[in-house]
């Protein structure tokens, strides 16, 4: 009896794995849904609940139900071989491009777009497709530090009207920052950010505390509280959960927020926020492929073509007047006339090794030449240079930033992420 | 009936253990409450979504194995977790509490990673993979050595123990991917040779994962035998009985403990390997999935049955690849579908109160009918 059971247990196990493999045999993928519609498939690295993920989520139906194709999304899909499966899964069950929405899955979905020639493969925040070889395989990103300049306008007229109302002298006009990585994408945010800041607040100063993720509600809490402590002011960040924002409403500082209002959760403290609308790049996609168009290697929306955008003023905390020069300077920066890497609006003192390597500095420490490590290589080699009359091309030769320098008047607290 | 009841001092009814029962009586039971589980998470289903649960059930079938790709994804992602659970079985039969499977997997992991990318280019491939099989059992099996020495030695907590050395892990990999990120500073690593594929488990006859299978099927049949017919296998089961009945007869459990989890870190050690080099070709501190803490359910469930163990891990990876789809096809938060696979999981735990005790109803009724 004993071993009847045991042999009746192997039995069903095989039993049970040969069904399996009976069931998945005969279907093959269909490329067309019934209805004939178009399908767009979208990874997403988390869900709705990270602020950066519902940005993506929103704009992707936004976007399909406009253009009437289908949408079809997966959620948590980590950055390893998970994200290729579900690529290239989406591109089985008929999709005709496939778009994954974080940077960690860049490499992953160039694997998918090897296998599939005839789908096309567009990636957020990716640097490699310019480079690549790969006609299917698509890079996209927007000149952010553009939104990121606004919003410091907002924050540096936030911290003037602090100054002015006595509760802190102008010496003191300290914006702490959470950022994720030291890596370009975040030191090109917080350094337009805060240029944007000192445009309107001269004696601003910034300091910036790393968490070493993209995506940790705690950490990003604890490094906002860190920053409030070491008495900054008001405080922004470049990270994906609520963690800053919902630490500044309850110690009651200032907050600039990214990828969209949280004012829901923080009605007292939350000023505006910049972030990337992704539908009019979801919509050129869609249309490239319905219009039978080759979808551009690397795409990087501005300003103008409406992918950067600033939230609606939250007039209870921001300073009086901040919406008038918001709109006063989206116009300088739409027709040209405000620059927001001008290099005679910043210093570069501290050139060594391995912080601003390469940087040339005129005598009163201007920027003059400084090459950027454009195309992706794991030796990080300088390729490319991008100081051009008097300003820093950020975004020109790559639409994923590569602004990577340590500006004077930024502290970083830890440098090792 | 009340006034009854006061008479015989006779409860409702009262619980007692069962002799063992016939197989197909707790297979009916075990049927039994699954069919009861899906009942109920029908309900669950009708009442927060509105969606048909059949439908539901249907989407759950087809994420896990609705076309080829997705039914070699499910067993490729059977045998990752059925590593890991094989590897934290012995170590619980002996009651040695190992939480610390998934630091173990990453510490594997990252010993793979690193000759990768270290000596990728410069050994040949007869001597990078045995190098790779060698170091990363090697990193797991310390991994896994350190909390069991400090255990036998010394008689500290191995579950905090081993719990803190996952973050420790974890920590590693962190560092680790800062070092080598590209692009500069971005904290990832990417694909690791992509060119040229040094250290990249071959696909056999066009299957990526086949060979990542295969391993793991030969450690479920060794594991099976450990188990059972080992020397080993029997005195790590005395010693988690009684230690000290296994004292008495002469085992000496202070070795039993550290040669098993020596034993347990070494198979975290090789899926590890068969993550990094076999799947991921990368890593990140997400490499390990939540496997390690995974793994302890698929091992309880299963009752320490290395053959068990293929149905419980088939059943959790069959669940969570249906989750996914779920969620794509119905757009319901990914929460929803962990609601019904916890609903189901209970059910499945609450069968074994069935099979292992029974009801005793109040006789007095069925007297008076006969």
Request: charged share 15%.
């Amino acid at each position: 009896m004993k071993n009847f059971k045991k042999i009746l247990a192997v039995v069903m196990a095989i039993a049970l794995i040969a069904t399996v493999f009976a069931a998945c045999g005969e279907k093959e993928p269909n490329a067309e849904t019934p209805e004939g519609k178009m399908k767009v498939g979208f990874i997403f690295l988390h869900d709705e609940n990270s602020t950066y993920d519902k940005n993506f989520i929103d704009a992707a139906v936004a976007a399909c139900e406009e253009l009437g194709v289908e949408y079809v999304g997966k959620t948590n899909i980590p950055e390893n071989a998970d994200c290729y499966e579900a690529a290239a899964d989406l591109a089985d069950s008929g999709c005709s491009i496939v778009f994954a929405d974080s940077f960690g899955h860049e490499q992953f979905v160039m694997q998918a777009a090897e296998e599939f020639p005839n789908v096309q493969f567009c990636h957020a925040t990716g640097t490699m497709a310019h480079t690549a070889g790969l006609a299917n395989f698509h890079n996209a990103f927007a000149s952010i530090y553009e939104g990121r300049y606004l919003a410091g306008v907002a924050a540096g007229m936030k911290l003037n009207e602090m100054i002015e109302a006595g509760e802190f002298t102008a010496d003191e006009a300290k914006i702490g920052y959470v950022g994720a990585f030291t890596y370009a994408e975040v030191i090109s945010g917080y350094t337009s950010f805060f240029l944007g800041a000192r445009s309107v607040c001269p004696t601003a100063t910034m300091e910036v505390q790393f968490t070493g993720s993209w995506y940790d509600e705690t950490g990003e809490k604890e490094a906002a509280t860190t920053l409030i402590n070491r008495g900054c002011k008001l405080i922004s960040q470049h990270a994906d959960s609520m963690g800053a924002p919902t630490a500044c409403e309850s110690a009651g500082v200032p907050n600039v927020s990214y990828n969209g209002s949280t004012v829901a959760t923080c009605p007292n403290t939350f000023i505006i926020s910049s972030k990337i609308d992704w539908t009019p790049y979801f919509k050129y996609m869609i249309n490239c492929v319905k219009e039978g168009k080759a979808i551009d290697a690397d795409w990087t929306g501005t300003i103008a073509t409406g992918s950067v955008v600033v939230t609606e003023v939250n007039e209870q905390a921001a300073a009086e007047g901040t919406q008038a020069k918001l709109d006063e300077v989206k116009k300088g920066l739409e027709d040209g006339t405000i620059k927001v890497f001008d290099t005679s609006t910043f210093t570069v003192s501290n050139i060594t090794d391995t912080i601003n390597t390469g940087a040339v500095v005129d005598a009163d420490k201007h920027l003059t030449s400084y090459k950027a490590d454009v195309n992706t290589d794991a030796a990080y080699e300088k390729d490319t240079e991008v100081v051009e009359n008097g300003q820093f091309m950020e975004s020109k030769y790559r639409s994923a930033p590569y602004f990577d320098l340590r500006i004077d008047g930024i502290t970083t607290l830890n440098e090792k992420f | 009936m009340a006034s009854k009841i006061v008479k015989n001092h006779t409860p409702l009814f009262h619980i007692a253990k069962r002799d063992e029962l016939p197989f197909y009586k707790s297979l009916l039971i075990r049927i039994g409450s699954i069919v009861a589980a899906l009942i109920v998470c029908a309900i669950v289903i009708i009442a927060f979504t509105g969606e048909n649960p059949l439908s539901i059930y249907a989407t759950i079938v087809e994420g896990a194995v609705g076309t080829k790709r997705r039914t070699w994804g499910l067993f490729q992602n059977v045998a990752m977790l059925l590593c890991v659970s094989l590897a934290v079985t012995p170590a619980f039969k002996m009651k040695f509490w190992n939480i610390g499977a998934e630091g173990q997997v990453l510490m594997g992991g990252l010993a793979t990673i690193y000759v990768m990318m270290f000596y990728g280019e410069t050994l040949q491939p007869a001597v990078l993979y045995p190098v790779m099989v060698i170091a990363s059992i090697l990193a797991g099996a310390i991994w896994g050595l350190i909390p069991a020495v400090f255990k036998a030695l010394w008689n500290t907590n191995e579950t905090l123990f081993t719990l803190m050395m996952n973050y420790i892990a974890i920590q590693l990999i962190s560092y680790y991917t800062y070092v080598n990120a590209v692009p500069k500073g971005s904290g990832q690593i990417g694909i690791i040779n992509s060119d040229t594929k040094a250290g990249w488990f071959p696909s056999l006859g066009g299957y990526d994962y086949l060979l990542n299978i295969i391993i793991v099927a030969a450690l479920t049949v060794f594991m099976f035998v450990y188990l059972k017919y080992s020397k080993h296998g029997y005195e790590l089961s005395v010693v988690g009985e009684s230690e000290n009945t296994a004292r008495y007869i002469g085992i000496n459990v202070k070795k039993v403990i550290i040669r098993t989890m020596l034993l347990s870190g070494a198979m975290c050690g090789i899926a590890g390997l068969l993550l990094v080099a076999g799947t991921d070709h990368s890593i990140t501190r997400e490499t390990a999935g939540g496997r390690g803490f995974t793994a302890i359910m698929v091992s309880w469930l299963a009752k320490f049955n290395p053959i068990y163990m293929i149905l419980t891990s088939l059943l959790l990876v069959f669940l969570e690849k249906g989750a996914i789809q779920i969620s794509t096809k119905f757009q319901l938060n990914p929460s929803f579908s962990e609601i019904l696979t916890g609903i189901i999981i209970f059910f499945i735990i609450g069968s074994e109160f069935f099979i292992n005790y029974r009801i005793m109803f109040r006789h007095s009724a069925k007297k008076e009918v006969k």
